[in-house]
């Protein structure tokens, strides 16, 4: 995982001060002028319920330390891998995936407890209506076929949604199974 800044950060922090999640390099917290970015990549619950129980554990662990952020000024942008699709729009079948993990009813509500705590999808605030993925497996030449999930986001708290300029899926870039997302702020 890695922040890329034109500008030095303020402050950097590795992890989150959960030793269980902290072990796996999963967060890194950078703090700006204007701003905390959280660059965060979700567990998958891919490998069985015990790893789906670590995925949700992480969800609300996560979400505590931001919003204990917010509580002391801080204004968060928490980006990353979710490793979940929050709505049906979010992937090319839900029908055929609502028992896959990334798509679980109860990964789902982890999704939503973000958004009821003030932080705003902020892709889908502003596509509404717009069907477009982050990721596509390897397999069947899904990509090609535009089969995928929209499983990366960026969350941004409520307060710095009037900066916002613009939320970009940039799905021609190859390289990976997933492709970058974009966040233009002007403050």
């Not at 509500?109 to 509404?128: K, N, S």
């Not at 030449?141 to 986001?153: E, S």
Request: contains cysteine; aromatic residues 14%.
């Amino acid at each position: 995982m890695a922040t890329f800044c034109r500008d030095e950060p303020q402050a950097v922090r590795e992890g989150f001060g959960q030793t269980p999640f902290d072990l796996e390099g999963r967060v890194l917290v950078t703090r700006h002028d204007n701003l905390t970015l959280v660059n965060a990549y979700f567990p998958s619950g891919r490998r069985g319920h015990e790893r789906v129980a670590y995925k949700i554990a992480f969800y609300d662990a996560l979400l505590d330390f931001c919003t204990a952020l917010q509580r002391l000024g801080h204004r968060l942008i928490v980006c990353g891998d979710y490793n979940t699709a929050h709505q049906t729009i979010d992937l090319a079948r839900p029908r055929q995936n609502q028992k896959t993990s990334g798509f679980l009813p109860h990964e789902r509500a982890a999704l939503t407890r973000w958004l009821e705590q003030g932080f705003v999808d902020i892709f889908r605030h502003l596509h509404p209506d717009l069907e477009a993925y982050t990721w596509w497996t390897y397999r069947f030449d899904a990509r090609a076929r535009n089969i995928g999930w929209r499983i990366d986001y960026f969350f941004v708290a409520e307060e710095l949604v009037p900066y916002v300029q613009g939320a970009r899926i940039l799905a021609d870039i190859m390289g990976s199974d997933h492709c970058p997302i974009e966040l233009e702020l002007a403050f």
